[in-house]
């Protein structure tokens, strides 16, 4: 079993920063593939970044490339994701999730776990 819980949110203007966290429990944390989703009002909740276990390697969706990077830190059973240049349209919830998968998973289903989310608004 995994709990995660999401921090750092909050509100920033256009173009600002802000560096989300998400703290795992268990000691198997450095096994699981970890990734972050966004949902906006009134749209579907959708994959954002993924970082692997096994390698580190990371995977991003179009529109953050090169603005996000996803890292994690197992000694501190954390994932970061580092927001740069944000735009209205990073307006979300944004929520961490555990995978046992390998490979990169870029669809909810793929998940095992999740946060309960944190709010990141972004002013014009």
């Known amino acids: 079993q995994v709990q995660l819980v999401e921090s750092g949110g909050g509100l920033v203007q256009a173009g600002g920063s802000l560096r989300l966290s998400c703290a795992a429990s268990?000691?198997?944390?450095?096994?699981?593939?970890m990734g972050w989703f966004r949902r906006a009002p009134g749209k579907e909740r959708e994959f954002v970044a993924v970082?692997?276990?096994?390698?580190?390697?990371?995977t991003y969706t179009d529109s953050v490339k090169g603005r996000f990077t996803i890292s994690r830190d197992n000694a501190k059973n954390t994932v970061y994701l580092q927001m740069n240049s944000l735009k209205p349209e990073d307006t979300a919830v944004y929520y961490c999730?555990?995978?046992?998968?390998?490979?990169?998973?870029?669809?909810?289903?793929?998940?095992?776990?999740w946060g309960q989310g944190t709010q990141v608004t972004v002013s014009s």
């Open positions: 999730a555990a995978s046992a998968l390998t490979t990169a998973p870029t669809h909810s289903h793929e998940y095992d776990y």
């Open positions: 268990g000691r198997t944390f450095r096994r699981y593939t």
């Open positions: 970082i692997s276990w096994n390698d580190g390697s990371t």
